[in-house]
C-alpha cells in the first residue's frame, strides 16, 4: 500500500481510534502512529503497542507534526476538542473523526477548522471498548461514511477517501445531514431496541435467562455496550432517533394489533416481510 | 454413551428432527434411527443420509416399532399428528415431540396418549431450516424443557430426560403453563421484535442496508427464519406473547418518552440496566 500520511494522530485512543492506527501503520499508510488519550493509564497502555509511535501528553502537543489527525473520542467531546486543537494543527493537516453522528460535529468543524476538518464514519466497532480490544481487521468490509464540508478541498477528501478505502472500508460520501438520518434507522433504533429488549427481560426471573438460546443472544449483544457512549449518541441524534422510532411504535402495534386478534393472514406478511428483508443481506 | 432406545423415529424430519437423529445415531443413543416426513422430497434426501436406517411413507407405519417417538413437525400440526399415531405406538413406547409452545401439544397429548405422551422443547434452531442443515452439535449446551403429563411414567421421565442430556442440553422439567409463559420472553418476543425491526427498516431506500453494520446483522439474525413456522408458534402463544409485548412497549414507551424530553440520565439508566443485563449472560 502506498504512503499515505507522514503521521497519523489519533486523540482518543479507544476501540476505534486504536484499531484504525493499528491497521494504518501495519498497512504502511503512515510513518508515524502518534496518540494522545486524556486518561493516564491509557497512554501507558498505548506506549506498550508495537505500532504506536509517540504518546503525547496534551492534545494541542499531539497535533503539531501530524499530517492526519483523526478524533477517537465520545461525540459530545469532539467539539470541544475540536477548539483546542483548532490554533496548534499543521496548515496543511487533514482533520477527521469517527463519531456516530455528524451534524454536531461537522458545524462545530467548520466552525473552527473550515479549511481542514472533514467528518467520517466508519460503521466499525463492537460491544468492546480500549485499546485492549484494538483489532487491525475491525474495518475490513465495513461501510465508511466520508462527510465534507463546503469548504473542503476535493483533493483532501479524495486522500481521506483514500486511506478509508485502504483499511478494507466501503466508503460513500453525503452530507451530515442525511448521514445522520441513515444511521438513526440502520444503527441508532436496533440499538435503541436492544437495549429496551433487554430492560424489558431483566424484569424476568433471572432464571429465565438460562433458558435463552443463540438468538436472543445475538439480538442482544449490541445492549453490551458502553452506556455513555450511546447516551451521547442518543442525545446527539435525538430528532433522526425519535422520527425512527416512532415509525417502528407502528409497526409494534401493526403486530400487536394482528395478535390480538389472531390473524394469522397479517402476521405471516409481516414475518415474510421481515423474511425478505433479512435474506437479501447486503454482506454476510 | 449407554444406548438408550432400540429404535428412535422422527416424524416430520426438518432441521430439528433430522439433527437429533443424527446425534442420536453418532453418539450411540439408539441402535436405528428412523424416518417420516410428509414430502416424499424429504423422505428422499433422508435415505440418503449416512445416519438415517429407515425411512417409512406412512407416520403410522414409521411408530410401529419405535421405543422413542419424537414429533418434529410445525406446532399446529402436532395434535393432529397424534391423534393418527395413537393406536399403532408400542405400548412402552415413549412419545415426545421439540415443538416451541407446550399448552395445545401436552393437551392433545393428555386427550390421546397420556401414558406415552411427555412434552420436549429443546432451546436449539437457527434460522435454517430442514435435513439439508442437519447439525449434529445443535443441541449442545442449549437448554431443553421437559414438560411431563400428570399421568407421566417417573421412569419414562427420566429416561426422556437421560437422552437429552446425553445430547448435550441441559434439561429443566417444568410444567406447560410455566413454559409457555418463560417462552414467550426469552424466545418469542425477541423473535417478534427482530421480526417488527426488519419490517420497519424494509420502508427504508434499498440501499440503506449496505450501511449496516455487525450489530444490525446479528439483531435480526433471527428474523430470516421460516415464516410459517413462526406464525404457528405465535398463534399457539398468543395470550403470553402478548403479555409479553405489552410489557415491552411499556418499556419502548419509557425510552421514547426520555429521548423526546432529552432526559440523558434516564437514557443513561435504561441503558446501563440493558448493558448489566446482556454482560451477565449464562453461556458464552
Same mark, same amino acid.
Given at each position: 500500500?502506498?504512503?499515505? &500520511?507522514?503521521?497519523?494522530?489519533?486523540?482518543?485512543?479507544?476501540?476505534? $481510534?486504536?484499531?484504525?492506527?493499528?491497521?494504518?501503520?501495519?498497512?504502511?499508510?503512515?510513518?508515524?502512529?502518534?496518540?494522545?488519550?486524556?486518561?493516564?493509564?491509557?497512554?501507558?497502555?498505548?506506549?506498550?503497542?508495537?505500532?504506536?509511535?509517540?504518546?503525547?501528553?496534551?492534545?494541542?502537543?499531539?497535533?503539531?507534526?501530524?499530517?492526519?489527525?483523526?478524533?477517537?473520542?465520545?461525540?459530545?467531546?469532539?467539539?470541544?476538542?475540536?477548539?483546542?486543537?483548532?490554533?496548534?494543527?499543521?496548515?496543511?493537516?487533514?482533520?477527521?473523526?469517527?463519531?456516530?453522528?455528524?451534524?454536531?460535529?461537522?458545524?462545530?468543524?467548520?466552525?473552527?477548522?473550515?479549511? !481542514? &476538518?472533514?467528518?467520517?464514519?466508519?460503521?466499525?466497532?463492537?460491544?468492546?471498548? $480500549?485499546?485492549?480490544?484494538?483489532?487491525?481487521?475491525?474495518?475490513?468490509?465495513?461501510?465508511?461514511?466520508?462527510?465534507?464540508?463546503?469548504?473542503?478541498?476535493? =483533493?483532501?477528501?479524495?486522500?481521506?477517501?483514500? &486511506?478509508?478505502?485502504? =483499511?478494507?472500508?466501503?466508503?460513500?460520501?453525503?452530507?451530515?445531514?442525511?448521514?445522520?438520518?441513515?444511521?438513526?434507522?440502520?444503527?441508532?433504533?436496533?440499538?435503541?431496541?436492544?437495549?429496551?429488549?433487554?430492560?424489558?427481560?431483566?424484569?424476568?426471573?433471572?432464571?429465565?435467562?438460562?433458558?435463552?438460546? !443463540?438468538? =436472543?443472544?445475538?439480538?442482544?449483544?449490541?445492549?453490551?455496550?458502553?452506556?455513555? =457512549?450511546?447516551?451521547?449518541?442518543?442525545?446527539?441524534?435525538?430528532?433522526?432517533?425519535?422520527?425512527?422510532?416512532?415509525?417502528?411504535?407502528?409497526?409494534? !402495534?401493526?403486530?400487536?394489533?394482528?395478535?390480538?386478534?389472531?390473524?394469522?393472514?397479517?402476521?405471516?406478511?409481516?414475518?415474510?416481510?421481515?423474511?425478505?428483508?433479512?435474506? !437479501?443481506?447486503?454482506?454476510?
Amino acid at each position: 500500500m502506498p504512503m499515505l &500520511f507522514e503521521n497519523v494522530c489519533v486523540l482518543g485512543s479507544g476501540l476505534l $481510534g486504536s484499531s484504525l492506527l493499528m491497521a494504518a501503520k501495519n498497512r504502511g499508510l503512515c510513518r508515524r502512529a502518534q496518540v494522545w488519550s486524556r486518561s493516564e493509564a491509557t497512554r501507558a497502555q498505548a506506549r506498550a503497542q508495537p505500532w504506536c509511535d509517540q504518546v503525547f501528553d496534551t492534545p494541542e502537543s499531539a497535533v503539531q507534526a501530524a499530517d492526519l489527525v483523526v478524533l477517537g473520542a465520545p461525540v459530545q467531546v469532539i467539539p470541544a476538542l475540536l477548539e483546542k486543537i483548532a490554533a496548534h494543527i499543521k496548515p496543511s493537516a487533514i482533520v477527521t473523526d469517527v463519531g456516530s453522528v455528524k451534524q454536531d460535529i461537522c458545524a462545530a468543524g467548520q466552525r473552527v477548522l473550515p479549511k !481542514n &476538518f472533514i467528518g467520517s464514519h466508519p460503521m466499525a466497532g463492537s460491544e468492546k471498548t $480500549g485499546i485492549a480490544a484494538a483489532d487491525q481487521t475491525l474495518f475490513e468490509a465495513q461501510a465508511c461514511f466520508v462527510v465534507p464540508l463546503p469548504e473542503s478541498d476535493p =483533493l483532501a477528501v479524495e486522500k481521506l477517501t483514500a &486511506f478509508w478505502s485502504a =483499511l478494507g472500508t466501503r466508503v460513500t460520501q453525503t452530507d451530515a445531514q442525511t448521514h445522520d438520518r441513515i444511521v438513526a434507522r440502520v444503527s441508532h433504533l436496533p440499538h435503541a431496541l436492544a437495549a429496551a429488549l433487554c430492560v424489558t427481560l431483566s424484569q424476568d426471573h433471572p432464571e429465565w435467562k438460562n433458558f435463552s438460546g !443463540n438468538g =436472543l443472544k445475538d439480538a442482544t449483544r449490541i445492549a453490551a455496550s458502553d452506556p455513555e =457512549l450511546w447516551k451521547q449518541i442518543f442525545s446527539q441524534n435525538r430528532a433522526a432517533l425519535l422520527q425512527a422510532l416512532d415509525q417502528h411504535i407502528e409497526t409494534i !402495534n401493526t403486530l400487536r394489533q394482528a395478535l390480538d386478534q389472531a390473524d394469522e393472514k397479517t402476521i405471516k406478511a409481516l414475518l415474510t416481510r421481515a423474511q425478505t428483508y433479512r435474506q !437479501n443481506w447486503p454482506i454476510e
